[in-house]
């Protein structure tokens, strides 16, 4: 079973290679999340291929694809669906949205009022949508990747703290080396030359991993590690105003995400295991949206990546 990990990772990431240059991380954080059930939060700048790799993991894994532009005059119903009436009955049917899919690109979420967001993010924590008083489980397996755009923050709607914490994963996409641009201009640079991707996998053989996932040992010492990590974020949040470093450290979700994502990754490695450096690997995309600086520290330099590093050498290795 230790070999099923590696080979199952190399298979699809190897067949999204052919449309995705690099993006080897994110790639793999993706895979984790699908894993676990989980979905991803996505920071980066316009034209960074994020699209392109979600629709891209649809075709390689044979799942269904939606895209949903989040602008401020979008509607709930217009996500989650809607009831229609049917002149030729006399009927109200339901309309299913775009949200009925396996993987749902939700692109500039932040772009949306708060009626919207609330209306996906309710989906993707109940996993159904109530339309006209019925309701319509969605499908499995299902995963949301929404992403934000740091560039223009005016006339945007930024998600409440309470909200990103749904998400497994606050993952920052940054742009590509030289070399890699160079290859790309190699391979794409045509007007004819779209990549050809095939199915490598399925949603149903990725239904059957999350089973191997559950069988990934983690030691007591290591569980009580993941905690006194999170517990450490919550600590930099209390004491005196002036003391603080953060507003407010993790939720349980974060621990629980930080577990399971681990587990994931050590699957996705070859190990039977889960050990302390695959924690330490992966706590800065389960925390980076979890904590929040207080003003005093960010006026003194501080940033959430630097909290998240401190973290990790506050906290005894076992």
Do not use: C
């Not at 229609?84 to 939700?106: C, D, E, I, K, Q």
């Not at 641009?181 to 990725?206: D, F, I, Q």
């Not at 003194?300 to 973290?311: F, L, R």
């Amino acid at each position: 079973m230790s070999g099923r990990g590696p080979e199952w990772s190399e298979r699809v990431r190897n067949e999204l290679g052919k449309a995705v240059l690099g993006k080897t991380e994110i790639i793999e954080r993706l895979q984790i999340a699908l894993l676990v059930g989980g979905h991803v939060l996505l920071e980066g700048m316009p034209g960074l291929a994020k699209t392109l790799l979600v629709k891209s993991l649809g075709k390689v894994l044979e799942l269904k694809f939606e895209r949903i532009q989040f602008t401020p005059d979008l509607l709930p119903s217009d996500v989650v669906g809607t009831m229609v009436y049917m002149p030729n009955t006399a009927t109200f049917s339901p309309h299913l949205g775009p949200v009925f899919a396996n993987l749902v690109l939700a692109d500039e979420i932040n772009r949306s009022p708060a009626k919207v967001q609330s209306a996906l993010l309710e989906a993707m924590g109940e996993r159904q949508v109530t339309i006209g008083g019925k309701t319509h489980a969605l499908p499995e397996p299902f995963f949301v990747m929404a992403t934000q755009n740091p560039l223009e923050q005016e006339g945007t709607y930024p998600l409440p703290e309470a909200q990103t914490d749904r998400f497994l994963f606050k993952l920052v996409l940054g742009y590509p080396g030289v070399d890699e641009e160079v290859e790309m201009l190699h391979r794409w640079g045509g007007v004819s030359k779209t990549p050809a991707l095939v199915a490598v996998s399925s949603g149903a053989e990725l239904l059957e991993r999350r089973g191997d996932i559950d069988s990934i040992y983690v030691a007591p010492a290591i569980e009580r590690y993941i905690v006194d990590l999170i517990q450490r974020s919550r600590e930099l949040a209390s004491g005196d105003v002036d003391s603080r470093v953060l507003d407010y450290g993790s939720s349980p979700r974060g621990t629980l995400a930080l577990y399971q994502s681990a587990r994931a990754l050590a699957w996705l490695r070859g190990m039977d295991h889960v050990a302390p450096s695959i924690v330490q690997e992966l706590l800065p995309d389960v925390l980076r949206h979890r904590i929040a600086l207080t003003y005093e520290s960010q006026a003194a330099g501080s940033t959430v990546e630097k909290v998240i590093s401190e973290i990790i050498d506050s906290v005894a290795v076992p």
